[in-house]
């Protein structure tokens, strides 16, 4: 595979291959540092969106395999604006070995890694973000030992980190139940492979409205934001019918006693979780974020073929 575009395009023995290769590469680091697998290398990160931990994460990857990366702010390249998508990827191909990009319209990933002969990640688009769902996924692998068998449940919007979550967790064995407000669910597409997936592993997809019903016995519940970049106008509206979708005290209580509580971040604390749950005994939510950073390096030695 040329790319990272989505974690549905992937088996599932390439996808605990790249867990098991983040794993290692983590263990190395902490033990005294990486190898410079990636002397030489340059990855160019192209941000339509602001990023705190992608921007970091990928930079400092790079970093600690000796390689180097290259920040483009939303305000230099115009993907698709100043020049076409096909142009700039033909023209940043003859410059650098990798590149990452953070779009709004997840067509545009695919336009720039069709045209780019160079292997391109998604660092987040409209339809999914994959490379945090490898970091979620290390993140329970580390702390469950596999994901086969766990209850996994999405509280909140069925957006883009819901749909990759969904893909990760369903194709390496683990169930998904998502609860979201009518109106705010995963799109059919995405749950019709999610099902797929999960018919493959012995998993199951359970779409439910309760949010008590989706962390009955469950090992991890995870939310994101209410309103993703991009959204921001309707702010207003969807802060009137998420409140029920809060991941507080109480609701935590419900799901198994050992549930991990898990947050791609940015959190915005008492809106779609609360102080205490954020900072609780259930909370890996540093951890995970930490986990972008071993979880890409991965994906980035895979992907030039030098691990
Ligand atoms: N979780 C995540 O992707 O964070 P950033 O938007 O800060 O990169
Ligand atoms: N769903 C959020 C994730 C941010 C990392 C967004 O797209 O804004």
């Known amino acids: ?18 867990l098991d290769l983040a794993v290692r590469l983590k ?9 410079p697998l990636l002397q030489g290398k ?20 790079m970093r600690h395999l000796g390689g180097d990366a290259l920040y483009l702010s939303p305000a230099e390249i115009g993907l698709g604006k100043r020049e076409s998508i096909a142009d700039v990827a033909r023209v940043i191909s003859g410059y650098v070995q990798i590149v990452m990009a953070r779009v709004f319209d997840h067509a545009h990933v695919v336009e720039l890694a069709k045209w780019a002969t160079v292997p391109v990640l998604n660092g987040l688009s409209d339809y999914n973000h994959p490379c945090q769902a490898m970091a979620d996924a290390l993140t329970i692998y580390e702390k469950f030992g596999s994901l086969k068998g766990l209850n996994v449940a999405y509280v909140g919007d069925g957006n883009n980190v819901a749909v990759s979550l969904m893909y990760v967790c369903t194709k390496l064995g683990a169930s998904f139940a998502i609860a979201n407000p009518e109106g ?13 997936f999960a018919a493959e592993t012995g998993a199951s997809v359970r779409l439910v409205r309760d949010p008590h019903d989706a962390v009955r016995g469950a090992n991890v519940i995870y ?10 106008e309707e702010a207003a509206r969807r802060a009137k019918v998420f409140p029920p979708y809060q991941v507080n005290a109480a609701l935590v209580a419900e799901a198994d006693k050992d549930v991990i509580v898990m947050h791609c971040l940015p959190a915005h604390r008492g809106e779609e979780i609360t102080d205490e749950v954020a900072d609780g005994p259930h909370s890996v939510l540093f951890p995970q974020a930490h986990n972008r950073l071993h979880a890409q390096k991965a994906l980035l030695a895979r992907l030039l073929g030098v691990a």
């Open 1 to 18: 595979m040329k790319d990272f575009i989505a974690v549905s395009d992937y088996s599932a023995e390439e996808l605990q291959d790249l």
């Open 27 to 35: 263990k190395e680091y902490f033990a005294g540092g990486n190898q």
């Open 42 to 61: 340059v990855l160019a990160m192209i941000f339509q969106k602001p990023s705190l931990r992608t921007r970091v994460s990928f930079d400092m990857a």
């Open 184 to 196: 705010y669910g995963l799109s059919p597409d995405a749950v019709e492979l999610g099902e797929k």
């Open 223 to 232: 939310t994101d934001t209410w309103t993703s970049m991009g959204q921001e």
